[in-house]
């Protein structure tokens, strides 16, 4: 029972505006590195 209710209460904490917009750039991260055009198929 104090499991579940220390997950909740953590759960909740990590649901709060403040925590969402601090930790963005984990939950959102650039991908922009994934998309790269290769060089090799503009040679080709």
Do not use: G, I, N, S
Not at 6 to 27: D, E, F, G, H, I
């Amino acid at each position: 029972m104090v499991v579940t209710l220390v997950a909740l209460a953590a759960m909740t904490l990590l649901c709060t505006p403040p925590v969402r917009k601090a930790l963005k750039w984990v939950t959102e991260p650039e991908m922009a590195w994934a998309f790269r055009k290769d060089e090799a198929a503009k040679q080709a």
